[in-house]
C-alpha cells in the first residue's frame, strides 16, 4: 500500500510502501509512474542494498525503477 509520494524528484517518483509485515518499516520504490497515496500496487523492480543519494538520502533497502505489475 502506498503511504507517501514524493513526485518529480531526481527526475522520479518515490513511493513509500507498507506492506504491514513491520510496525515501523516502510520500503522505498522509485518508478516513473506517480501513484496516489491509498492504492495497494504490486510493482516488478530492482533491488538495491546500501545506495546513498547524498544529502542525507541514503537506504539500506530501495526498490528502483519500480514497474506497476497489472
Not at 543519494?53 to 541514503?58: D, K, Q, V
Amino acid at each position: 500500500k502506498v503511504t507517501k509520494l514524493n513526485a518529480h524528484i531526481m527526475d522520479r517518483h518515490w513511493l513509500h510502501l507498507k506492506d504491514g509485515s513491520f510496525d515501523s518499516f516502510d520500503m522505498v520504490a522509485t518508478s516513473q509512474t506517480a501513484v496516489p497515496v491509498g492504492h495497494i500496487v504490486s510493482l516488478k523492480a530492482t533491488l538495491n542494498k546500501n545506495v546513498d543519494f547524498g544529502a542525507g538520502y541514503s537506504y539500506d533497502l530501495i526498490l528502483e525503477n519500480a514497474e506497476l505489475i497489472p
